[in-house]
């Protein structure tokens, strides 16, 4: 696996070799590396949110549809054990 910094995307973007990227940078630079990447054609994983605004999050997932490339967005520790045990104390009351 190979990491690249936001200024080096073109180099995984043009790679053939690569299907899908992850973008798991600050949300100001969502935007436009989840548009290059999908006209890239290139699936794209991005950690939420989308876009800092509801205008850009509906441009991507229209440019995603255009591309007939998959765009999912999540939050990527949710299911992080760590964070699993302790939604679970909270749950039952073992933390306030």
Same mark, same amino acid.
């Given at each position: 696996? +190979? ?6 995307? %073109? &180099?995984?973007?043009?790679?053939? %070799?690569?299907?899908?990227?992850? *973008? ?9 590396? *989840? ?16 876009a800092e605004n509801v205008e850009d +999050? ?18 990527? !520790? !949710?299911?992080?054990? +760590?964070? &699993? %045990? *302790?939604?679970? !104390?909270? !749950?039952?009351?073992? *933390?306030?």
């Amino acid at each position: 696996m +190979t990491f690249y910094k936001p200024e080096d995307a %073109n &180099k995984v973007f043009m790679d053939k %070799n690569v299907d899908g990227v992850i *973008i798991a940078t600050p949300t100001f630079t969502h935007t436009e590396l *989840i548009k290059d990447a999908l006209k890239a054609g290139k699936a794209v994983f991005s950690e939420k949110p989308i876009a800092e605004n509801v205008e850009d +999050t509906i441009e991507c997932y229209n440019v995603a549809d255009a591309m007939e490339r998959p765009l999912l967005c999540a939050f990527n !520790r !949710r299911f992080d054990p +760590t964070f &699993k %045990n *302790i939604f679970g !104390r909270v !749950r039952e009351g073992k *933390i306030y």
